[in-house]
């Protein structure tokens, strides 16, 4: 069972720090740390603090992961908890049946490969073939961290929903769709940070300003959530770079940081994640309070995991992890890449033909 995500404020300079479930020990690839450690981290002094922060990125990206009997056996042990989603496609069916599938996707890692440039975080034309598929027979939702516009550019699919910024912006179909032919519901919009707009903004240009004597770092702004992306940074560089970031957000004790592959990211310390957008978006399909809906997520970062976990909690559907690596989730199933997610979504299609179709939405069997 995946331990909950703690908030720890850092009432020294006022900046919150999700902490994330470590990931099991490997050698030669996570660095592993307790999560002890890590609080103590937290709690001593400004450079240790840092460091943890850049340990925890770390083992969240693990970039020169060398393959080790004792990594495989990991591996191996890992996966029987977390089957491939394609391995177990029959029974995936099979629970599904009956059920309104209602299909949630992250974007970068998940629709499309992590790419050094994350402006060119392409999806393939074969994924958004499939992806339009599944829409056709699904109500079918992105959610990303990433601005609404931005993914919107990269997918170019107008029948589905869209949730950005962590869900913290979220729009409906842009035209008619079969799933719920009341107007108004199709108009979704909803946006739980707006307030915090113009103070978004002021941080990523303080934050463009400070981190501009790294080389290879990039801040974007997401609208309502700002990313610095260490991608293209040398790893020596790491801390330094977090250590810019965090002089940024002293000042901000509203806003909060986390990490995920290889990103700081920087949001409204809200209520306010992926799980809450799914739940949201099940609202606004009037599927809440069905109990035969069966949402399907799929993703592989750290943020994902609030809406693997709401899954959970809900007892419906089930999480899939894209992930290569061996990490602490609460996804029911894995897959290796973007492509296995692609075959997966394309299996599903073929594999309900036979199940209850989407038409009958709002609620299959009321
Ligand atoms: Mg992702």
């Known amino acids: 069972m995946t331990q909950q995500n703690v908030l720890v404020s850092d009432t020294k300079s006022g900046v919150s720090l999700t902490v994330f479930p470590k990931p099991p020990a490997s050698p030669g690839g ?20 840092i460091n943890a922060w850049v340990e925890s990125m770390r083992a969240s990206s693990p970039t020169h992961l060398k393959s080790t009997p004792s990594l495989s056996q990991e591996h191996s042990t890992w996966i029987l908890r977390h089957p491939s989603a394609l391995d177990m496609f029959d029974q995936i069916v099979d629970a599904s049946k009956g059920k309104q599938i209602v299909m949630f996707l992250d974007y970068d890692g998940t629709l499309s490969p992590i790419v050094e440039d ?19 027979r699904f109500p079918t939702a992105i959610v990303t961290g990433r601005c609404k516009d931005k993914v919107y550019n990269f997918v170019r699919l107008a029948e589905l929903y869209y949730a950005g910024s962590h869900g913290m912006d979220i729009k409906g179909p842009t035209r008619s769709s079969k799933y719920n032919k009341d107007s108004k519901a199709e108009a979704i919009l909803f946006q739980p940070a707006s307030d915090f707009l113009p103070m978004i903004d002021e941080v990523y240009q303080q934050l463009v300003d400070k981190t501009k004597t790294t080389p290879g770092a990039k801040v974007e702004n997401n609208k309502f959530c700002l990313s610095v992306h260490f991608r293209c940074v040398d790893e020596k560089k790491w801390s330094e770079l977090a250590r810019q970031v965090k002089s940024v957000l002293k ?76 990490k602490d989730t609460s996804a029911s199933y894995s897959l290796q890449e973007p492509n296995e997610a692609s075959d997966e979504l394309s299996s599903t299609l073929g594999g309900v033909e036979t199940c209850v179709p989407a038409s009958t939405f709002p609620c299959v069997n009321k």
């Open 30 to 49: 996570y660095i592993s740390i307790s999560r002890r450690r890590v609080l103590k981290n937290l709690e001593i002094n400004g450079g240790q603090r």
């Open 118 to 136: 994350p402006d060119r975080a392409f999806m393939s034309d074969s994924m958004r073939k499939t992806v339009r598929k599944v829409a056709r």
């Open 251 to 326: 000042d901000y004790p509203k806003l909060r940081l986390t990490q995920g592959r290889k990103v700081l990211e920087i949001r409204p310390n809200i209520k306010w994640d992926k799980g809450k957008a799914l739940e949201f978006l099940l609202e606004s399909l009037g599927l809440a309070n069905c109990s035969d809906v069966f949402p399907v997520y799929i993703g592989d970062d750290r943020s994902d995991e609030d809406a693997f976990k709401k899954l959970r909690d809900r007892g419906q559907g089930f999480g899939i992890l894209v992930s290569k690596f061996p």
